[in-house]
C-alpha cells in the first residue's frame, strides 16, 4: 500500500514538473523605467534614462529594433547656426521670412515667436542662412495649421540643436559641408541634418548601440508585446506583456514611458479617425492606400494609454506623403535628393504643384493628377556618379537596372522613356529654370538652388502614400501624460510618434526623427527622477 502511495506520489510530482513546464508562466521583472517600444524615441529615452542614473527594461514586441525610425529617410530638422553658415541665403528665403513674421499672429505665442525672428534677423550678420529655433517653430506652428499646442512648439524647436550634440556626443556622426544640410520634402527650411549612415540607422546604431554597451542597466526583451499598464492609487507603476515563453509583469520603480510609434499601418484606426472632409484636412477613404510604415505601426500605445485615463488629440491628422513607391507605397526608390534640386511633373509631363510647400498640398495636388501619379525629375547634380547613393542606400544606377528611375541624356529622350509628352516636360523644365533665375513661380514656390540642366536627366515615379499619425497621447513639455481633465497621471510618460500635440495638422518633413529624439531624451530624464 505504501508502495502504491509513494508510486502516486512521485506520478503527481512529475506531471506537476511537465505541467510547469508546458504552461506559461508569469514572469516578474523590475527596473526603474519601463519603456515600451525600441524605435527612435523608445531608446533614446532609454539612453536618457540611464545616464541620469536609472535602471531600466524595455519592451519590443517585434523580434529587432527601429521602428519606422530606422527605415526613415533620416532627415532631422534644427536650426543650427555653425552648419547653416555655408548655405545661401537667396530673396525668396528672405521674402519667406518677411510674409511669417508680419501676417497677422494666430495667437500670443505666434506674436512672441515673430516679434523674437524680427530682432534676430535684424542683427543677424552671418553671410549663410539665418535660421533660430523661434523661426523653426513659427514654421512648424503655421505648417500645421496652428493645431499644435505652443508650448510643446517651443520646447521642440527650443532642444532640438541640444539632442543632435548630444547624440553626436554619444557617437553618432552628421554630414557636415553645404551640400548635406538639406530641405528634406515638405521642410519647408534647409535645416536637415543628414546622418552619415543610411536610412535611419545612425539614430538606431547609436542608441541600440549604447544600450548593448550597458547591458547590466538596460534590458530589451524582443518579441514582447504590452498589452496592459498597471496603476496603483492613479499612479503607474508597471506593464503586463505577452513575451515569447508566457506572460510578464514588468514594475517600474519610477516611471514606464509609452513610445511605440504612430498607426499608419493600421487599415482600421486610420479609417476609424479619417474623420474630416476633404476641404478640411480629410483624405479620401485610406483602405487600399499603401504606407511607408513598418507592421508594427499599428497604434497600440494609444489603447494602452486611453485604458490608463489618456486625454488623446488631434488622431484624425493623418499625412500622406506624394512620395511613395508605386508597387509598395514605401520611401525607398525616392531619387529626390533635396527639395531644391528637382521638380515635379504628372503623366502629362505638367508641373501642378509647389513642390517646395507643405506635405500635404503637394499629396492633395497629386491625388487630382491623371492616375495620382508624379514623376521627380533631376540631372547629374544630383547624382553626380552611377554609383551615387540616394538617402535609402540605392544607387542610381541600381534604381535604373530595377527599372525604378529612368535615364535620358536630354530632357527629350528622358520624356520618350517614361512616356510623357516631350514638348510639355521640355517647357516644365524650362519654366522650372525660369522660375530659379526669378525666385519665384506661378505655383508660390520659394525654395530654389540649381536649375535642372546637367545631363543626364533623371526620373522616377512616386504615389500618395500613408505615413505620419500626427495626433495622440497628449503630453506637457516635460512628457507626462496627462488625463482628460488635463492632470499629470503619475508615473507615466509619452515621446515619439505616439504622442499628439506637436505637429498640428500637417508636420514639416525632418520634424519627426528631431521630436522623436528630443521628447525620448526628456522622457528618459524625467522618468528616471521619479517626477
Ligand atoms: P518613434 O519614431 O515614435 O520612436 P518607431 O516606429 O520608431 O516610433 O518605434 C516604435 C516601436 O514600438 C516599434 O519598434 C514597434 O514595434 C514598437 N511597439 C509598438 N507597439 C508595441 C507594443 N505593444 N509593445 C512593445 N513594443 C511595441
Known sequence: MKKILSAALVLVIIAGIIACASSPKTQQESADVVIIGAGGAGLAAAMSA?????????????????????????????????????????????????????????????????????????????????????????????????????????????????????????????????????????????????????????????????????????????????????????????????????????????????ATGGFGA???????????????????????????????????????????????????????????????????????????????????????????????????ALLQQPDAWLWVICDKQSYPTPQTKNNFNESIEDLIKAGRAYEGNTIEELAAKIGVPAANLRSATDEFNAGVDAGRDKWGRTLWRIKINQPPYYAGARIPTVHHTMGGIEINPETQVLNKSGQVIPGLYAAGEVTGGIHGSNRLGGNALADAHTFGRIAGANAAAGR
Open 50 to 258: 540611464q545616464q541620469n542614473g536609472a535602471k531600466v527594461i524595455v519592451l519590443e514586441k517585434l523580434e529587432r529594433a527601429g521602428g519606422n525610425t530606422v527605415i526613415s529617410g533620416a532627415a532631422y530638422n534644427s536650426a543650427d547656426p555653425a552648419r547653416q553658415a555655408n548655405v545661401p541665403m537667396n530673396d525668396a528665403n528672405r521674402r519667406d521670412i518677411q510674409t511669417l513674421t508680419t501676417k497677422a499672429p494666430h495667437d500670443a505665442f505666434e506674436r512672441e515667436m515673430q516679434q523674437a525672428v524680427i530682432q534676430q534677423v535684424a542683427a543677424f550678420k552671418g553671410s549663410g542662412l539665418f535660421d533660430s529655433p523661434e523661426w523653426h517653430a513659427i514654421q512648424t506652428y503655421n505648417g500645421g495649421d496652428y493645431v499644435a499646442k505652443p508650448e510643446m512648439v517651443r520646447t521642440f524647436t527650443q532642444n532640438t540643436l541640444a539632442t543632435l550634440e548630444w547624440l553626436k556626443t554619444n557617437g553618432m556622426q552628421w554630414q557636415r559641408d553645404q551640400d548635406v544640410m538639406f530641405t528634406v520634402l515638405g521642410a519647408l527650411w534647409p535645416r536637415s541634418h543628414r546622418p552619415q549612415m543610411p536610412l535611419g540607422q545612425g539614430y538606431i546604431a547609436t542608441t541600440l548601440g549604447f544600450a548593448e554597451a550597458h547591458k547590466g542597466d538596460i534590458t530589451i526583451h524582443y518579441n514582447t508585446k504590452a498589452t496592459e499598464l498597471i496603476m496603483q492609487n492613479g499612479r503607474v507603476t508597471g506593464v503586463k506583456a505577452t513575451g515569447p515563453n508566457g506572460n510578464f509583469t514588468f514594475s517600474a520603480n519610477k516611471g514606464v514611458i509609452i
Open 266 to 364: 493600421n487599415v482600421e484606426l486610420r479609417e476609424k479617425y479619417n474623420t474630416l472632409p476633404q476641404d478640411k484636412g480629410g483624405w479620401p477613404s485610406l483602405v487600399n492606400a499603401k504606407t511607408t510604415n513598418h507592421p508594427g505601426a499599428t497604434g497600440d500605445g494609444l489603447t494602452l494609454a486611453e485604458k490608463a485615463g489618456a486625454s488623446l488629440i488631434g488622431l484624425e491628422w493623418l499625412q500622406l506623403l506624394p512620395m511613395g513607391d508605386p508597387r509598395t507605397g514605401s520611401l525607398s526608390g525616392n531619387i529626390e535628393q533635396g527639395v531644391e534640386d528637382r521638380f515635379f511633373v504628372n503623366k502629362n509631363g505638367e508641373r501642378f504643384v509647389n513642390e517646395g510647400g507643405r506635405r500635404d498640398d503637394m499629396t492633395k
